[in-house]
Nanobody, 122 residues
Framework: QVQLVESGGGLVQAGGSLRLSCATS????????MGWFRQAPGKEREFVAL????????DYADSVKGRFTISRENAKNTVHLQMNSLKPDDTAVYYC???????????????WGQGTQVTVSS
């Protein structure tokens, strides 16, 4: 069982920045592709960003391209999501997730963190 713990959420004004982190004690962290997803009230969970096991490949939802950057530090068993130019529409609970295969479908992810709230005020 891979346990994931997110941190870094909070309240920020539109145009501001936040950096989310997701850490695990899982020794085989580098074997997993890591994704960030978000869920706003009344909406389905949606894909935000994805990074491959060695960090060489990334993918982003169109809505965050150019504003968010996903990165990972395998030596520290950590994945980050740098969020810049935040908009009120980015308000959601953000989750990190792990999967052995590379893909953006949240239904195919095996392990999830508990989520961290991001609120962007206008």
């Amino acid at each position: 069982q891979v346990q994931l713990v997110e941190s870094g959420g909070g309240l920020v004004q539109a145009g501001g920045s936040l950096r989310l982190s997701c850490a695990t004690s899982e020794r085989t962290f580098s074997a997993y592709n890591m994704g960030w997803f978000r869920q706003a009230p009344g909406k389905e969970r949606e894909f935000v960003a994805l990074i491959s096991r060695n960090g060489g490949t990334t993918d982003y939802a169109d809505s965050v391209k150019g504003r968010f950057t996903i990165s990972r530090e395998n030596a520290k068993n950590t994945v980050h999501l740098q969020m810049n130019s935040l908009k009120p529409d980015d308000t959601a609970v953000y989750y990190c997730a792990a999967r052995l295969l590379f893909g953006t479908d949240p239904n195919e992810y095996n392990y999830w963190g508990q989520g961290t709230q991001v609120t962007v005020s206008s």
